[in-house]
Nanobody
């Protein structure tokens, strides 16, 4: 079974940093595009960043450009999201996700709370 396990969230002050990790199981990680999405309770999910299979191409939602960096380690099957200069509006549940054979998989999320 496909499993995606995100971790690394927490409480941080504005301007602080966090690095999220997502461990992937049950599929050939290096063969698939990966994304990070976030969701505020009661609102639609928002795409944050995506990375291609090799890790050579990354794209970001406009509000996180220059602050967030997505990366992956295909030898360890782990996806990362390095978040710098965090803002209050970055507060959300963060999930890693991928699409395999017309199905979307999203693991359990990790909560990021930015507050003074």
């Amino acid at each position: 079974d496909v499993q995606l396990q995100a971790s690394g969230g927490g409480l941080v002050q504005p301007g602080g940093s966090l690095t999220l990790s997502c461990a992937a199981f049950g599929f050939t990680f290096s063969s698939y595009f990966m994304t990070w999405v976030r969701q505020i309770h009661g609102k639609d999910p928002e795409w944050v960043a995506a990375i291609d299979e090799s890790g050579g191409i990354a794209n970001y939602e406009e509000s996180v450009k220059g602050r967030f960096t997505i990366s992956r380690d295909n030898t360890r099957n782990i996806l990362y999201l390095k978040m710098n200069n965090l803002k209050i509006e970055d507060t959300a549940m963060y999930y890693c996700a991928t699409g395999i054979n017309d199905s979307t998989y999203r693991g359990q999320g990790t909560q990021v709370t930015v507050s003074s």
